[in-house]
């Protein structure tokens, strides 16, 4: 099955700075790739998408790269707010199968 | 639109009790899925359904059992609750024609003490 792994799991970065995420997966079948934000004590909610025919997106501050060739992904957070720190989970999707990142703390410092 | 609901939000139960998490969803999703997320961890997929009628077991399915009777519904049974089972239920539902995004439920703190 899919295998995706998220590095780092925790992510300090001063206000104003940029942020990294990075995700590998396995299974080169995969299509859709999904980011979710999960602030403390809220649902995971989707922040940015990318399918494997494209290799960037970007929504104002948010991007996410793709590397289909080497099978990864990344999130990149510009110009990061103390309202950006939350957990984020990356995860790799085939049909009904969605593999879900072991996540990362991503805490602004003010 | 409601999304994905699912009650309660909160539970206790004690040892050896079992109990249902109802989770409802009105977006005509085909597939429906649960997770549990413990405390500082990640998602773990306990098992999703491709449409009514159909239920497969995902990564940690011990000690529970789901059915889906119809499209919109998609309830969880913990039989005999372990410790073990503490953790944030969620419940999320997608359609294929958007791409399989998930959609989550609020999520079920449940303890087991």
């Known amino acids: 099955g899919e295998n995706v792994e998220q590095h780092p799991s925790t992510l300090s970065v001063q206000e104003g700075d940029s942020a990294v995420i990075k995700c590998t997966y396995s299974d080169s079948a995969s299509n859709y790739f999904p980011w979710y934000k999960q602030e403390l004590g809220k649902r995971p909610q989707l922040i940015i998408d990318?399918?494997?025919?494209?290799g960037e997106k970007k929504d104002q501050r948010i991007a996410v790269t793709l590397n289909k060739t080497a099978k990864h992904f990344s999130l990149h957070i510009t110009e990061t707010q103390p309202e950006d720190s939350a957990v984020y989970f990356c995860a790799a999707t085939l049909d009904q199968k969605v593999t879900f990142g072991t996540g990362t703390k991503l805490q602004v410092i003010p | 639109n409601a999304g994905v609901t699912q009650t309660p939000k909160f539970r206790i139960l004690k040892i050896g009790q079992s109990m249902t998490l109802q989770c409802t969803q009105d977006?005509?999703?085909?597939?429906m899925y649960w997770y549990r997320q413990d405390p500082g961890m990640g998602l773990k997929l306990i098992y999703y359904s491709v449409g009514a009628g159909i239920t497969d077991k995902g990564e940690v399915p011990n000690g529970y059992n789901v059915s889906r009777s119809t499209t919109e519904d998609f309830p969880l049974r913990l039989e005999l609750a372990a410790p073990s089972q503490t953790s944030v239920y969620f419940c999320?539902?997608?359609?294929?024609?958007?791409?399989?995004?998930?959609?989550f439920g609020e999520g079920s703190w449940l303890t087991v003490v």
């Open positions: 999320a539902s997608s359609y294929p024609g958007q791409g399989n995004t998930i959609y």
């Open positions: 990318i399918r494997s025919n494209v």
């Open positions: 977006m005509n999703h085909n597939y």
